[in-house]
């Protein structure tokens, strides 16, 4: 069964945006989809890269591209980011879901790509 992925990332819950969202994954699942969700906003999410986002030891200046390939390497990244690697790596299919503010997706997005799609 293909696996689908959405991000969403909107801080409202009845928002027209949220409901889109849970039309999408109604219909694929109407596909055949399983359907996984990470809704941003009331998980938390930390938008900032940095080095709190790994286990193992920093050496030097911090190079948030050279730490990501060392954590990909030996599996040292903090649980919250492993977790939604994992998301990623399951899914088939990734659908990102957010409102356009000042032409472009919100921050929260933004910093949920920059530490997560790193491998």
Not at 5 to 26: D, G, N, T
Request: glycine letters at 4%; proline letters at 7%; hydrophobic letters at 45%.
């Amino acid at each position: 069964m293909p696996h689908a992925l959405i991000v969403h990332a909107h801080p409202e819950p009845k928002s027209f945006c949220s409901a889109q969202m849970w039309e999408a994954a109604r219909t694929l699942e109407a596909q055949g989809y399983t359907v996984e969700i990470s809704d941003l906003y009331p998980v938390g999410w930390n938008p900032e890269l940095g080095r709190n986002d790994f286990e193992h030891e920093l050496v030097g200046h911090f190079k948030p591209q050279i730490e990501q390939v060392e954590a990909v390497k030996h599996s040292t990244f903090t649980l919250d980011l492993t977790a939604e690697i994992e998301k990623v790596r399951r899914a088939d299919l990734l659908v990102f879901s957010f409102p356009m503010w000042w032409f472009s997706l919100p921050a929260l997005l933004k910093g949920w790509v920059d530490r997560v799609v790193c491998d």
